[in-house]
Nanobody, 124 residues
Framework: QVQLVESGGGLVQAGGSLRLSCAVSGRRSSLYGVGWFRQAPGKEREFVATINWSGTNTYFADSTKGRFTISRDDAKNTVDLQMNSLKPEDTGVYFC?????????????????WGQGTQVTVSS
């Protein structure tokens, strides 16, 4: 089991950028796969991006491909989500989640540990 804390959310205009960070702590935290998900008001949680334990596999939702990148810094035990060319439809609470098997997973149901989330608001 690991603990995850998201940071970096805020208010930004459409076309702008934000960088979210997920701090992962706990035993063997550098061996976990990490995913980012988001939830807009009145909508279900949706997949955004994910990275495996070694950083060699990454996947993105079609809606974020080409605009978002995901990376990990094992020295800092963080996984960052760089979001560029933001759109109002990117608004929501962004969560990071960890997979103990180290995989890059797109389905939220496979993640065992979750952070509390950070709010991202993109104004038009």
């Amino acid at each position: 089991q690991v603990q995850l804390v998201e940071s970096g959310g805020g208010l930004v205009q459409a076309g702008g950028s934000l960088r979210l960070s997920c701090a992962v702590s706990g035993r063997r935290s550098s061996l976990y796969g990490v995913g980012w998900f988001r939830q807009a008001p009145g909508k279900e949680r949706e997949f955004v991006a994910t990275i495996n334990w070694s950083g060699t596999n990454t996947y993105f939702a079609d809606s974020t491909k080409g605009r978002f990148t995901i990376s990990r810094d094992d020295a800092k035990n963080t996984v960052d989500l760089q979001m560029n060319s933001l759109k109002p439809e990117d608004t929501g609470v962004y969560f990071c989640a960890a997979d103990a098997n180290g995989l890059a997973l797109v389905d939220a149901k496979w993640y065992g540990d979750w952070g509390q989330g950070t709010q991202v608001t993109v104004s038009s």
